[in-house]
Structure formats: structure tokens, C-alpha cells
């Protein structure tokens, strides 16, 4: 535990930096939170079809790592952002992650501009599924493909938080 703890402390030029962020309290509903900005900022949705969803992205400074690719966490993020997407129905609340599997292809580096398509695979009572495929715009190059598995059951006592639901 002590080898995570020190891994995760900041040098003092990182803390510097942290302690200038400034992060204002979110006010769900009415304005984009920190997440949404730092992590989503910049995707541009090309076309939506039932159970489709083709996106553009240009990879940010941002969501870089040391070596200028695109850091696999925020890989990670899009698989579960876009892919959600595909199945997301307005009206019901949107299903949460049960399960992701990315297999990391190739590298986009700072500037690559992204095609990225989810497609639903199938649904089967409160359970789905999407396929998500990120690629290099200009080349082609298949740089990640993420199957997600998403859960949602309108009537969920879980999900909705009817505290009669005994667990």
C-alpha cells in the first residue's frame, strides 16, 4: 500500500500546477461539468441512426500521455461514451457500463483527427451490447475496437434508487 501511496504523491512542480485548477461545483442539469469538458470536449457527432453513432475527434494536448499518443484511459472513455450512445433512447435513463473490452491496435497521436462509429449489437431485456471502432481519419488505421456491455431497466427498484427494494 505504501508503494501505491507513493507512486500516486504529486512533486511539487504537479501540486503547483493541481493547486492553481480552479473547479467550480457542477450544477447537474443546468451546465457542463469538469468531466464533460476535459474528457469529452472536441467530439463532433457526424450522424446518428438507430443503433448507430459515427463521431469526429482530433486528439487534444489534453488526453495525450508522455509519448504524444492518445492515452489509453481516455481511449477507454470514448469506448464508453460512444458506445453508450448507440443505445441510448431519449425518455429513459441511460444504462451504465456492466463490462468493456478494448483491444489497443494502433497509436493516434496529438492532432490525428478520429472516426469513431459504435454500433448496437443487439439487446436483450434490460442488457445491450455495442460494437466501437476509433481510426486514424487520414489512414484508415484501426487504432482501437471496444465492445461494451451496458445495463438499464426503467422499472429498476436498483437503478432508481425505490427505497422499498430489500438487497
Known amino acids: 500500500m ?3 501511496k507513493e507512486l500516486l504523491q504529486l512533486d511539487k512542480e504537479a501540486e503547483e500546477i493541481v493547486s492553481r485548477l480552479t473547479i467550480h461545483p457542477h450544477r447537474v442539469g443546468y451546465e457542463r461539468s469538469f468531466y464533460n469538458d476535459f474528457g469529452l470536449r472536441g467530439i463532433r457527432v457526424d450522424k446518428v441512426e438507430p443503433g448507430f453513432v459515427s463521431c469526429t475527434f482530433k486528439v487534444p494536448p489534453r488526453l495525450t500521455d508522455k509519448n ?3 492515452a489509453t484511459g481516455a481511449i477507454a472513455n470514448i469506448v464508453d461514451e460512444v458506445g453508450g450512445s448507440a443505445v441510448f433512447v ?11 473490452s478494448i483491444s489497443f491496435l494502433g497509436a493516434a497521436k ?3 483527427e478520429l472516426e469513431i462509429t459504435s454500433k448496437a449489437l443487439g439487446e436483450r431485456g434490460g442488457y445491450a451490447g455495442t460494437l466501437v471502432h476509433i481510426r486514424n481519419k487520414a489512414t484508415g488505421e484501426l487504432i482501437a475496437e471496444g465492445r461494451h456491455s451496458l ?5 429498476s427498484k436498483l437503478l432508481f434508487g425505490n427505497q422499498s427494494s430489500k438487497l
Open 90 to 100: 431519449i425518455g429513459v435513463p441511460m444504462k451504465v457500463s456492466v463490462d468493456m
Open 110 to 112: 496529438l492532432g490525428d
Open 68 to 70: 504524444g499518443n492518445l
Open 151 to 155: 445495463y438499464g431497466n426503467e422499472s
Open 2 to 4: 505504501e508503494k501505491v
